[in-house]
């Protein structure tokens, strides 16, 4: 169920305006479904960070990394290169349309996350360690309770909601990577339905592959800052999932507001 402006408002007191170091204590930033949502028919790992391109002394150019077996109808990818049999990269691209080699981007991933609100805010209040001249960006995202889709793990049964808060230093990179994240946040990229690594719970809306700094202290260690890699980290996660500044344009200019 879609959330309207009404319900929006109504559900603006979940977000903590306060402290943001005493907020989501002990929650797991990096939850992922432990089973894909569309069984890849890809052999092995599912992902193309975890597929290993094929020996290069073992008949590159004749085998298929997808069936592993001889090419049949040899297709190159135009930007990285890489062949493959004609029926399989197309079974693939309509899975994910990414190399499942290298994980080369073609065209627009869409995700599976469920409907869901965004709200990013600014807030001069408070600081983040190693960027003590800047304040803080707040993006707080809010999920009711739903009936998972057939692009889910288990279709028609129901999933549990959530309300998450992440927190970037309002510095130019993070204003670039919040709006990164509405990008990601509208394909449906940031969140999915599958089970919580940190509860265990399973049929529950957890976190997809972008890392979130869920504190604005405690180190790494207790996902917050200071984290001097984080940004160009997260920069990383969101082009695997083909979002990059490429993707900006007037949309997303004027989605951070100022806290009252």
Request: with cysteine; net charge negative.
């Amino acid at each position: 169920m879609s959330m309207s402006s009404n319900n929006w408002t109504q559900q603006s007191n979940i977000f903590n305006t306060g402290n943001p170091s005493s907020t989501q204590q002990g929650e797991e930033p990096m939850e992922t479904e432990d089973y894909p949502s569309h069984p890849s028919f890809v052999m092995g790992p599912s992902t193309p960070a975890e597929i290993k391109p094929p020996d290069q002394d073992n008949k590159v150019d004749d085998d298929c990394a997808i069936c592993l077996s001889d090419i049949t109808n040899k297709t190159e990818l135009p930007r990285c290169s890489h062949s493959f049999c004609r029926d399989c990269i197309e079974q693939q691209f309509k899975y994910k349309p990414s190399c499942p080699i290298c994980g080369t981007v073609y065209g627009k991933i869409q995700g599976n996350q469920p409907a869901g609100s965004m709200y990013i805010q600014s807030d001069s209040r408070y600081h983040i360690k190693g960027y003590d001249q800047y304040g803080i960006i707040r993006v707080s995202y809010s999920f009711y309770d739903g009936i998972q889709g057939p692009e889910h793990p288990h279709p028609g049964q129901s999933y549990s909601g959530t309300n998450r808060i992440g927190y970037l230093p309002d510095c130019p990179q993070g204003r670039i990577v919040a709006r990164l994240l509405k990008v990601a946040f509208d394909r449906r990229l940031v969140f999915t339905v599958g089970r919580s690594r940190t509860t265990g719970i399973d049929n529950c809306v957890t976190w997809n592959d972008i890392h979130h700094k869920t504190s604005i202290d405690g180190g790494p260690e207790n996902f917050g800052y200071p984290d001097p890699t984080y940004l160009n980290r997260v920069l990383e996660e969101l082009a695997a999932k083909g979002v990059t500044e490429a993707d900006l344009d007037d949309t997303t200019l004027n989605i951070i507001h100022p806290s009252r």
